[in-house]
């Protein structure tokens, strides 16, 4: 199995004032941000020693969540998309959106748990080897 498998990958900020939540992140956090180009908008990459952490959008600019609260969004990673999302249904979730691919990114899917939650699975472009350390020990984790 992947030793991705199963981690949190990403965590995506939606939020209809970006310039504020910028500002609250950097000053918490000590983000640093980068800004690219989607085809939604802007997507603001918030850096945090050396690697990129989160991502944050302006929810704005989507008519589908116009009446969603700002919120944060998980991705979790697995290393067989369609497994996964074979395994969740099984236990009750449903999809959202079905897989798509992200050019240098992965392939996602946005589903419901069993409790209706949303959370997003991925199957990553890139893998990174998580530093071996003892069980409940947080030494040497990147952060």
Do not use: K
């Not at 944060?72 to 099984?90: I, N, S």
């Not at 748990?113 to 071996?132: K, S």
């Amino acid at each position: 199995m992947s030793p991705t498998h199963g981690l949190v990958w990403w965590s995506e900020l939606m939020t209809r004032n970006v310039a504020a939540s910028r500002a609250f992140y950097e000053a918490t956090c000590g983000w640093i941000f980068e800004t690219v180009d989607m085809p939604e908008g802007e997507y603001h990459l918030a850096h945090a020693h050396g690697r990129p952490v989160a991502g944050m959008m302006d929810m704005a600019a989507l008519p589908e969540a116009a009446e969603t609260a700002p919120h944060w969004f998980t991705y979790l990673a697995v290393e067989d998309l369609d497994l996964a999302l074979e395994a969740a249904l099984a236990q009750g979730g449903q999809i959202l959106r079905a897989p798509f691919d992200v050019p240098g990114t992965g392939r996602i899917a946005l589903l419901t748990d069993a409790g209706g939650a949303a959370v997003g699975l991925m199957t990553p472009e890139a893998q990174w080897d998580p530093p071996e350390t003892e069980a409940g020990s947080l030494e040497n984790v990147p952060v």
